[in-house]
């Protein structure tokens, strides 16, 4: 019954998400390019969401759902969040777009699968292993002081505006990035280590299956999650890219596994269950990734002008 549960919010999860349009790279590049906020607004309404569903979590059952792990920002923490910043540039979607661009039928994004895979493997060698440096470090509570309550206080906030837009403006995108927040720490709580990449890697790894096949039903029901939605807003329609954009995305996918091994986790983790769990070293390693992104756009942008 638990098992069925965790598969039916992994579906809930992507067809949310599918129907958000949430993308890091796409609200960078409308930030930096026409200068509007609103889609990283958006998706901290989702990190808002995931928040005050684990706040609910942990206040009135404590112990039955996980707490993220944190770990200490030290170089290896920017450098990993900058290298998967670079990625998610290259790849033209981070973890979450891509499961956008995958569900919209663009089937050139699977070559960022392959890129995943490629980025374990490379994980595995042994100078990368001791040359990098992650030391667990103790998690955010209300024994931290002001800043704590900032961030509790600033969820809660988003949480009230979104509300007010559902309320007013009955605001579909809204109402699917409150779904995808509650999904995601549901999923998070329950299994911390069911993400896509994270699966990759046991495959990768030759690790053995999870009890049930829990985790491996949940990464399918997410991706059907995704595509189901997008079907239904006739958004669905079998593409290819052209071998320029496949290799881009599996370079971008290689560098974001890279990156979400040593930071650990990707943009998604970070987003709906790192920051939310408030676990300080995701907001400095999710505006890490952002910068990196931020720059390699204006760049680029300058140059083709």
Known sequence: MFSSAIILFAFILGFALSRASTCTVAATKRLVLQRRIDWFLGIMVA???????????????????????????????????AV?????????????????????????????????????????WPPVTQALDLRPVPRMSPDTGLLYWIIVGSFAALVMWSIWRIYRRRQ???????????????????????????LIGRFVQGQPVSQDLTIELAVAALFAGAILSSALNSRFRLSHAGLRTTIWCFLGGTLMGLGALYVPGGNDTQLLWVMPGLAFHGFAAYLTMV??????????HRKNR
Do not use: K
């Not at 969401?49 to 792990?69: I, K, Y």
């Not at 910068?291 to 680029?300: D, G, P």
């Open 291 to 300: 910068a990196v992104v931020a720059m390699m756009i204006l760049l680029f």
């Open 172 to 198: 579909q995108a809204v109402i699917a990035l409150g779904v995808m927040g509650v999904a995601a720490a549901l999923l998070f709580a329950h299994r911390p280590d069911w993400s896509y990449e994270a």
């Open 47 to 81: 990190v808002s969401w995931s928040a005050l569903t684990l706040f609910v979590l942990h206040s009135l059952l404590p112990g039955t759902a996980a707490r993220p792990d944190s770990y200490a920002m030290n170089a290896t923490l920017f450098a990993a969040s």
């Open 84 to 124: 998967m910043g670079l990625g998610a540039w290259m790849n033209g979607g981070c973890f979450i777009g891509t499961i956008g661009h995958i569900s919209s039928g663009n089937l050139s994004y699977i070559a960022t699968f392959l890129g995943l895979a490629l980025s374990r493997l490379i994980g595995q």
